[in-house]
């Protein structure tokens, strides 16, 4: 990195940090985040993690450093709080392909269901759900409901399938994904492991049911980061986005992580490019500017903090 970068970079953490203290805020980012935005946040987690955390903040500003349900969420969790997202663009495929009244005729066409909801999914989504889950509770939320309880899972088909196989439940699945951990290469991972055949393969549940066939561990980013840390393996292919090997290489520097490709020729690992839309200019504009925030309709937001709440109690 040139120097002037590197100059430049500094004086705009300062300046971060300085709009941080004045406004008293909270910077969360989400594994997936480009590396500065990681180096600058108060506090880095998965989906679950950042909603407890917006839960728990007595911050007067939160800055969400992901995509903009994380933003709802967190918005829903604190409605006296004004929540900044960096990039009001930075959306999601996975929530996108839940349209929220396709979804509420499929619920109203399955009235003796209960419907779990990956946290994944637009506020309106929500608002018509019993429970939101995460990667990382999903089995357990699962598993506290009777055996024989009739389950509509959405939008993720691959998580879906996963928490089907792993608990012998046959959960109605909506047939949504992320476009991300849905278009890994099998075969280029097959190849990285023949090449490092004592590497271990991290696979997000995300991920379809073939790559999950063939981890060592199956979890979410703060599951497969934990593994990382526990494992006595030096070498490992990570399948999910590639943002999470920041924090893996931050606490393991020893050891090595190499980011899983896609299914396109001549890309070496797969990024999110929602969650690449924010950078630290536009958390320094955020937190300058009060702008841009996230904003729920009221109705909506008191009929998905019901099932929110009962995430974080079961969780």
């Known amino acids: 990195m040139e120097v002037g970068r590197k100059d430049d970079l500094a004086a705009l953490r300062d300046e971060i940090l300085a709009l941080k203290r004045e406004r008293n805020a909270l910077i969360m980012a989400h594994y997936y985040q480009r590396d500065e935005i990681q180096e600058i946040a108060d506090y880095i987690g998965d989906s679950l993690a950042l909603a407890r955390k917006a839960a728990e903040t007595d911050a007067d500003v939160i800055v ?16 006296e709080k004004l ?23 499929f619920v109203a066409e399955h009235p003796d269901h ?5 946290v994944n999914t637009s506020a309106a ?20 409901l ?20 792993v608990t012998g439940r046959d959960m ?48 979410s980013t703060a599951a497969l980061l934990a593994y990382a840390r526990e494992s006595d393996a030096r070498e490992f292919i990570v399948v999910t986005e590639s943002g999470i090997l920041f924090e893996m290489q931050k606490a393991c520097p020893e050891k090595v992580f190499m980011p899983a490709p896609p299914d396109e020729p001549g890309c070496q690992c797969n990024h999110c490019e929602y969650m690449k839309m924010n950078t630290l200019e536009k958390v320094r504009d ?30």
């Open 146 to 165: 009777p055996a024989d309880e009739k389950i509509i899972f959405g939008p993720d088909r691959n998580l879906g399938e996963y928490i089907n196989a």
């Open 83 to 105: 929540v900044l997202i960096p990039d009001a663009e930075a959306g999601c495929s996975l929530a996108d392909s839940c349209d929220a009244d396709e979804f509420a005729a």
């Open 114 to 118: 209960t419907v779990i909801s990956y």
């Open 172 to 219: 109605l699945l909506w047939p949504g994904a992320c476009h991300v951990h849905d278009r890994f290469s099998m075969e280029r991972i097959l190849e990285m492991k023949r090449e490092h055949p004592e590497a271990r393969v991290l696979v997000h549940p995300e991920c379809r049911r073939s790559l999950q066939l063939i981890a060592d561990k199956v979890g």
């Open 125 to 144: 989504v929500k608002a018509v759900t019993d429970i939101v889950v995460t990667s990382g509770n999903a089995r357990k939320v699962i598993e506290s």
């Open 286 to 315: 955020a937190l300058r500017d009060g702008k841009p925030s996230v904003e729920v309709d009221g109705e909506i937001a008191k009929r998905a903090l019901r099932p929110i709440r009962r995430m974080l109690e079961l969780s």
């Open 64 to 79: 969400m450093c992901g995509v903009h349900f994380m933003g709802e969420t967190a918005k829903i969790l604190c409605p």
